[in-house]
């Protein structure tokens, strides 16, 4: 469930309206989120990306009420935070800079 990855990304075109999966929050799956957030240009594009981004903060806040050993817990904690952030910057129309926000993370 957690950083360990969920296998690599196709290199293929991004369509922006298709829903990515959100099973964890490997590298992977914020890769394909912020690819995702940086050709999103219509109002239906920025709610997939908000409900993705809510299931990734979801999943942190699952991953830490599980209480992991300390040096995961920082990271997953920033992380937890970014999603929330990056929700809040598309929800103001700004999905690309939500996108340089998960970049930190990968």
Do not use: C, K
Request: zero cysteines.
């Amino acid at each position: 469930m957690g950083l360990e990855g969920n296998g690599a990304q196709a290199a293929e075109t991004v369509n922006p309206a298709q829903i990515v999966a959100v099973r964890d929050f490997s590298p992977d799956t914020l890769r394909s989120i912020a690819s995702h957030l940086e050709v999103s240009t219509d109002f239906e594009h920025l709610v997939y990306r908000e409900a993705e981004l809510d299931a990734v903060w979801s999943i942190t806040g699952f991953f830490l009420a599980q209480r992991p050993d300390p040096a995961q817990l920082a990271a997953v904690s920033r992380l937890h935070e970014a999603a929330h952030r990056a929700h809040d910057l598309v929800g103001e129309g700004r999905p690309r800079e939500a996108a340089v926000v998960l970049r930190t993370f990968f």
